[in-house]
C-alpha cells in the first residue's frame, strides 16, 4: 500500500517511519494539509493519512474517490474533519479511538492548575527576577464542583484526576455509563453547579455550541471553562462576551473553532487576523495552547502503531471494527458492523 501522509510534523516522522517499514507499507510525508486545493497531490496512492485540521469535506471525498484512493487513515481520535456520510459506500475512514486519554486528561488538569494558579506568569516573573506575588492569587480546587460534559475515556480520566484533588464531580452524557460510578445530572444543573466545567464530549450536530451566551447565563458566576475537546463546542463570541462580563471567570482552551488555520504552525512575527483569537489570547484569564492535549511520547507512539494497523488490516480485508467509522457513528440501531465487522 501507498500512503499519503498530510500534514505531516517532525514529530509524527520516527514512529511511522518504523511501524510502516515493518508493515511494508510506503508512506509519503507532505507537510501541506489535504484540501480541495492539495487533494491532487494523492493521485496513485491507494490512502491517505491525516490529522485533526486536514479538511476531508465531500468535494475531497468525491475527487479521492476518482483518484482512486479506498481509504482514509485519521491518526487521532475525532472524526469531525471527515464528512463520513460522503465517504460512506467509496471510501472506508479509520481512527485511533484511544492512544492515550491520560495525554488529554491530563493536559486539561494542566491547565486548569496553571490559570488557577498563575504559574504561566510565576515563570516569567521570576526569569526576570521579579519575586512578586501580587495577582498570582488562585483558588484550592479541593472542595470544588467540576461538572465533566462527555464520561468516555478522556472524561473518566479527567473525573478520576479531579477526585484525587479532593474535587466534587458532577457528570452528563447521552449515554450515561452506569458502571462509571460517576453522579450523572442533567445539563441544567451541571451548568448551574460547577465551578469549573470540562469538556470531553465529541463534536456533533448536538454539541455544537454547546457552551453559548444561553449556556454561559446559566452558569455559576466565575467559572472556569476547559476545552480540550473540539473548538466547536464553545461559541466563541458568547464565550468571549461572557469573560467581559466577568459571568466567566476563566477559559482554558486547547481547541477553537477557527484553529484550522492556525494552530500548528509559526505565525510569531505576523499579524494575525482573526480578531477573536487575538483577543482571547490578550485576555489574561485565558490560556491558549495549539491543540497539543494529545502530545506525548506515549501517544505518538500508539497513533502510529494503530493507524498502522488499521491500515494493514484494511490492506488484507481484514474487519477492524474498533477504528472503522462511519456516518452511523457511534451506536447506530442498525449498525452494519456489528453483523460484518465492517461500515460498508
Ligand atoms: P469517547 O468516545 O471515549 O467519549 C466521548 C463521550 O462523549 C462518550 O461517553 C459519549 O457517550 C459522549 N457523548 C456523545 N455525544 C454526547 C452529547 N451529545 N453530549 C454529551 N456527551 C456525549 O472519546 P474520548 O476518547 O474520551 O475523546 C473525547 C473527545 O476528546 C474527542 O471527541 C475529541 O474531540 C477530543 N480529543 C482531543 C484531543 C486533543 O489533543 N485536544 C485528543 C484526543 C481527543
Do not use: W
Not at 53 to 65: G, K, P, Y
Not at 173 to 202: M, R, T, W
Not at 282 to 288: E, S
Not at 309 to 317: I, R, T
Amino acid at each position: 500500500m501507498r500512503i499519503a501522509f498530510f500534514d505531516a510534523k517532525p514529530y509524527d516522522m520516527p514512529g511511522f517511519d518504523r511501524y510502516a517499514a515493518e508493515a511494508g507499507l510506503e508512506l509519503k510525508y507532505f507537510e501541506t494539509r489535504l484540501n480541495e486545493d492539495t487533494v491532487s497531490l494523492a493521485a496513485g496512492f491507494d490512502g491517505v493519512c491525516v490529522f485533526v485540521n486536514d479538511v476531508v469535506n465531500q468535494a475531497v471525498i468525491e475527487r479521492l474517490h476518482e483518484l482512486g484512493v479506498k481509504v482514509i487513515a485519521l491518526r487521532c481520535a475525532g472524526f469531525n474533519n471527515v464528512d463520513t456520510r460522503a465517504a460512506y459506500g467509496k471510501i472506508h475512514v479509520f481512527r485511533v479511538p484511544a492512544y492515550s486519554p491520560y495525554a488529554v486528561a491530563e493536559h486539561a488538569m494542566a491547565l486548569l492548575l496553571t490559570i488557577n494558579r498563575r504559574t504561566h506568569k510565576a515563570y516569567m516573573r521570576t526569569k526576570d527576577f521579579n519575586f512578586s506575588l501580587s495577582g498570582l492569587t488562585g483558588f484550592d480546587l479541593h472542595g470544588k464542583t467540576v461538572g465533566v460534559i462527555g464520561t468516555g475515556k478522556i472524561g473518566r480520566i479527567f473525573a478520576d484526576i479531579c477526585r484525587g484533588f479532593g474535587m466534587k464531580i458532577l457528570a452528563y452524557d447521552k449515554f450515561p455509563n452506569p458502571e462509571s460510578g460517576l453522579d450523572y445530572v442533567n445539563l441544567d444543573d451541571l451548568f448551574a453547579q460547577s465551578d469549573i466545567i470540562s469538556l470531553h464530549c465529541p463534536l456533533n450536530e448536538e454539541t455544537e455550541h454547546l457552551i453559548n451566551a444561553d449556556s454561559i447565563a446559566r452558569m455559576k458566576q466565575g467559572v472556569v471553562i476547559v476545552n480540550t475537546s473540539r473548538g466547536g463546542l464553545v461559541d466563541t463570541e458568547a464565550l468571549i462576551e461572557g469573560i467581559k462580563s466577568k459571568q466567566v471567570g476563566a477559559a482554558c482552551l486547547d481547541v477553537y473553532e477557527e484553529e484550522g488555520d492556525l494552530f500548528y504552525e509559526d505565525y510569531s512575527g505576523h499579524i494575525v487576523r482573526d480578531d477573536k483569537l487575538v483577543r482571547l489570547i490578550a485576555m489574561p484569564n485565558v490560556l491558549v495552547t495549539s491543540h497539543q492535549a494529545f502530545l506525548t511520547e506515549e501517544a505518538l507512539e500508539n497513533i502510529a502503531q494503530t493507524t498502522v494497523e488499521n491500515l494493514v488490516k484494511f490492506s488484507n480485508g481484514i474487519p477492524s471494527p474498533d477504528t472503522e467509522v462511519c456516518y452511523r457513528c457511534p451506536r447506530a440501531e442498525d449498525c452494519r458492523k456489528e453483523r460484518s465487522g465492517k461500515c460498508f
